[in-house]
């Protein structure tokens, strides 16, 4: 059975795709859920995380699969969505332009080391914000900013936990 | 039938989905409820495990709490801290009796046509996913017989209220949420002005205009406008008021901790509060909107039903 692939391309030298045990993706998801609405009940500041954000750029830059990382993204995205109050779809387009950008940009740079980890998931961050300001704006004619400083902070917050988070992630891969 | 090259076909696939999540997000708003099923379904995944999870914390938290380091000490710390959340209420219902000799009567007519409104005590058992989305859900559901719109309530003062409603579950929209508002009022002038949320941890009171003059630290309580909530309920006390144009920016700091919510009470009650005689009207600043129809005023009850969070 082949546990990591490499895939050749036109222009690319190789990409390597990492597979995780069954059903490690499923519980990884519903465990990020659950966690992101327990988290902030006992701890006001944690409502700062993005866990499902973090967990579909992680499978995102994994697997590097532009299919299975924008469908990752529209499933937990829609999940996200249906746990709040805000129409379906908010953060299911959010999400699904950050799986399938995670995939297909993760495949031509290094994500592997902390600190690309660090920006890569930082500059994700920035991507989603415009995009569901941009769904507010545009589509449900809600007036937001783009940027603040407790954007600006809980971009900070979750690079920073997304380096430990992926290097914990990193342990469900197959060995290669 | 045209052939997608294979490097465009994920291409193709993101551009489908994204259209797909449009035409669902107009489905929307043109009809409500909006998607009641996928959110039931994710409710009913996610509910049982957050409430586990919130077990293990509560009873990890109280072993640690009770029996390793305060033991009996803590206990009777708790029960102390209840004796004076009960108080706290009953001392609110009475100060809202003595402070408007006028409105004695509709208390009594009111009173008499509605005994008690009954509260349910509820644990909070998770929050919102999304930061933009000040919720929280509750160990209460309609098996309890809770329903949207209720308001909840701790005996600081309110919390928010349902808006959505799963068997053992329920949603709770905090006051801060920026599509949240509650029906109040100044506590000593008896100005009204709907309080609305911001996304931020504050409210501003909307439509005072700049005649009305409103100091800091100015109680703010529910007018019983809304219908959700019975009137004198603490809102929250007035942190910063700025003069604008046509209405003054005024941001007023939420009476109940809302960033430790842990247990809260369930008005169980959504009939309207309605008295044989006329509250007399408040002054309402010009151009302001009114909210809805006058209802009497009357303060909190304190029948509470099931055990106390």
């Known amino acids: ?176 | 039938m045209i052939a997608i090259p294979s490097r465009h076909r994920s291409l193709a696939l993101f551009g489908m989905v994204l259209a797909a999540q449009v035409f669902l997000l107009a489905v929307q708003i043109r009809n409500q409820p909006r998607g009641r099923l996928l959110r039931v379904w994710s409710v009913s995944l996610i509910s049982p495990l957050g409430r586990a999870g919130s077990w293990s914390v509560t009873h990890v938290r109280g072993a640690w709490n009770h029996y390793i380091i305060l033991r009996d000490a803590r206990r009777e710390n708790d029960e102390l801290r209840q004796e004076v959340a009960d108080l706290r209420l009953r001392v609110q219902q009475l100060e809202a009796r003595a402070a408007d000799a006028d409105r004695l009567a509709a208390l009594l007519q009111f009173s008499k046509a509605h005994a008690e409104t009954p509260m349910l005590a509820a644990r909070v058992i998770g929050a919102g996913v999304d930061a933009a989305s000040q919720i929280i859900y509750i160990d209460r559901g309609s098996r309890d017989n809770v329903r949207r719109n209720m308001g909840v309530i701790t005996p600081d003062g309110v919390v928010g209220k349902i808006i959505e409603v799963f068997r053992d579950t329920s949603q709770v929209l905090l006051v801060t949420d920026k599509d949240s508002g509650v029906g109040a009022m100044l506590a000593d002038s008896r100005i009204q002005s709907p309080a609305g949320g911001t996304g931020e941890p504050w409210l501003v009171l909307k439509y005072l205009d700049n005649d009305n003059k409103v100091e800091v630290g100015a109680r703010v309580v529910t007018s019983g406008m809304d219908r959700i909530f019975p009137p004198e309920i603490p809102v929250g006390t007035v942190a910063e008021v700025k003069p604008g144009n046509p209405f003054q920016q005024i941001r007023v700091k939420p009476a109940a901790r809302l960033d430790r919510l842990e247990g809260v009470f369930v008005l169980l009650t959504l009939q309207p509060l309605e008295t044989q005689k006329e509250v007399p009207a408040s002054p309402l600043p010009s151009g302001a909107p009114r909210e809805s129809s006058p209802a009497a005023a009357s303060p909190p009850k304190t029948a509470i039903s099931g055990a106390r969070p």
């Open chain 1, 1 to 176: 059975m082949i546990d990591a692939v490499e895939i050749r391309s036109p222009g690319e030298t190789h990409i390597e795709v990492h597979k995780f045990y069954s059903g490690a993706v499923t519980a990884v998801v519903v465990l990020a859920l659950v966690v992101q609405t327990l988290l902030p009940v006992y701890l006001r500041r944690a409502e700062l995380l993005e866990l499902p954000l973090l967990v579909t750029i992680y499978f995102g830059i994994s697997r590097r699969n532009p299919s299975r990382g924008l469908l990752l993204g529209m499933i937990i995205g829609l999940l996200q969505d249906s746990l709040s109050h805000k129409p379906l779809g908010l953060n299911g387009m959010a999400k699904t332009c950050i799986g399938y950008l995670a995939s297909s940009v993760g495949g031509r740079i290094d994500t592997e080391h902390p600190l690309s980890r660090f920006a890569f998931t930082a500059a994700l961050m920035a991507v989603q914000q415009c995009v569901i300001v941009l769904i507010r704006r545009l589509l449900l004619a809600q007036p937001e900013r783009f940027f603040s400083m407790r954007f600006l902070a809980a971009m900070g917050v979750n690079s920073v936990i997304a380096v430990a988070l992926f290097a914990l992630l990193d342990r469900l891969r197959k060995p290669s």
